[in-house]
């Protein structure tokens, strides 16, 4: 079973970019497809996007699109968020998710994923 470890939340202005990392072990990363997801005070967890096992496949959530990049890199078995332009409303704990995948596919709902990290708190705000 993987193991997954966020980091990289912070205090950042509005406007202003940040890089989240989540850092996976126990298993074969390359084996599992990601995804990012993030729960703000009083709000259901939400998608914010995925990557398929390879990386070539991305989703985002439409309230990121062109503001959010998803990666990963297999050889350091670690998933990135790199987001920029951020918003006050986008502040939240920021977790990565984990799912078993012999398809190189996206999985979309939160349920579809088994292992989640402890999460990255991100404040945005002046």
Same mark, same amino acid.
């Given at each position: 079973?993987?193991?997954?470890?966020?980091?990289?939340?912070?205090?950042?202005?509005?406007?202003?970019? *940040? =890089? *989240?990392?989540? $850092? $996976?072990?126990?298993?074969?990363?390359?084996?599992?497809?990601?995804? @990012?997801? =993030?729960?703000?005070? @009083?709000? %259901?967890? %939400?998608?914010?996007? $995925?990557?398929?096992?390879?990386?070539?496949?991305?989703?985002? !959530?439409?309230?990121?699109?062109?503001?959010? &990049?998803?990666?990963?890199?297999? !050889?350091?078995? &670690?998933?990135? *968020?790199?987001?920029?332009?951020?918003?006050?409303?986008? !502040?939240?704990?920021?977790?990565? $998710?984990?799912?078993?995948?012999?398809?190189?596919?996206?999985?979309? =709902?939160?349920?579809?994923?088994?292992?989640?990290?402890?999460?990255?708190?991100?404040?945005?705000?002046?």
């Amino acid at each position: 079973q993987v193991q997954l470890v966020e980091s990289g939340g912070d205090l950042v202005q509005p406007g202003g970019s *940040l =890089r *989240l990392s989540c $850092a $996976a072990s126990g298993s074969i990363f390359s084996n599992y497809a990601m995804g @990012w997801f =993030r729960q703000a005070p @009083w709000k %259901e967890r %939400e998608i914010v996007g $995925a990557i398929s096992t390879s990386g070539g496949s991305t989703y985002y !959530a439409d309230s990121v699109k062109g503001r959010f &990049t998803i990666s990963r890199d297999n !050889a350091k078995n &670690t998933v990135y *968020l790199q987001m920029n332009r951020l918003k006050p409303e986008e !502040a939240a704990v920021y977790y990565c $998710a984990a799912r078993q995948s012999y398809i190189d596919r996206i999985f979309y =709902r939160r349920d579809e994923y088994a292992t989640w990290g402890q999460g990255t708190q991100v404040t945005v705000s002046s």
